[in-house]
């Protein structure tokens, strides 16, 4: 067993929590928060509003996910480490910039 299993196993439980919240978000009449401790804006149309935010979570899922699959290979650790790191953060800040963006301009009131 490689040593990176440990860490695909927790790219992978972050991708499937955020599967969950875009089950969540799915089938939720209120709209879906995505800042944590802020003030959520009025929607227009929340049923499209949380369509939205769910693809949001499946796209983030899947990349939290594929961010992990280099830890499987047995390739250098230490590099498909930082490459996993840099690929953590560049997801999470594309997640932000697409949320601020596209999603938030669209259905705000």
Request: with cysteine; hydrophobic share 55%.
């Amino acid at each position: 067993m490689t040593p990176g299993i440990y860490g695909f196993s927790a790219f992978a439980l972050i991708g499937l929590f955020f599967l969950i919240m875009g089950i969540r978000c799915r089938h939720s009449d209120k709209p879906s928060g995505f800042w944590a401790n802020a003030e959520q804006f009025e929607v227009t149309d929340v049923r499209a509003y949380n369509k939205a935010m769910s693809k949001l979570w499946f796209v983030a899922a899947v990349l939290y996910t594929a961010i992990g699959l280099p830890l499987l290979t047995p390739a250098n650790i230490l590099l498909v480490i930082l490459v996993s790191i840099i690929g953590c953060m560049v997801v999470t800040i594309g997640i932000m910039i697409f949320f601020t963006t596209v999603i938030e301009p669209k259905y705000k009131k």
